[in-house]
Nanobody
């Protein structure tokens, strides 16, 4: 069974940086895309950044030039480097992956809380 395990959430002050990591484990034939989503309090879940199998990266406008997504294809991991953080970045962050493990399915991590506050 495929699982996504996240780490790295926490409390930071505005302007500071934080790094999130996610590792996929289980029987995995290939990973199509890996991504980070977030759900701010009282709002819907939204895409933050995504990297596909061809290394094409997509970012939400609100995080462009501040966040960097990176993927290790050999280790089946994805990270999100968050810089110049703002209070509006406060949310539960979820790792997401489209994985072929006999069939193609979408998987989610359990979520990690990120709070930006002074």
């Amino acid at each position: 069974q495929v699982q996504l395990a996240e780490s790295g959430g926490g409390l930071v002050q505005p302007g500071e940086s934080l790094r999130l990591s996610c590792a996929a484990s289980g029987v995995i034939f290939s990973i199509r895309t890996m991504a980070w989503y977030r759900q701010p309090p009282g709002k819907q879940r939204e895409l933050v950044a995504r990297v596909d199998s061809g290394s094409k990266m997509t970012y939400a406008d609100s995080v462009k030039d501040r966040f960097i997504i990176s993927r290790d294809y050999a280790k089946n991991t994805v990270s999100l480097e968050m810089n110049s953080m703002r209070p509006e970045d406060t949310a539960v962050y979820y790792c997401n992956a489209i994985i072929f493990a006999g069939r193609v399915n979408e998987y989610w991590g359990q979520g990690t809380q990120v709070t930006v506050s002074s």
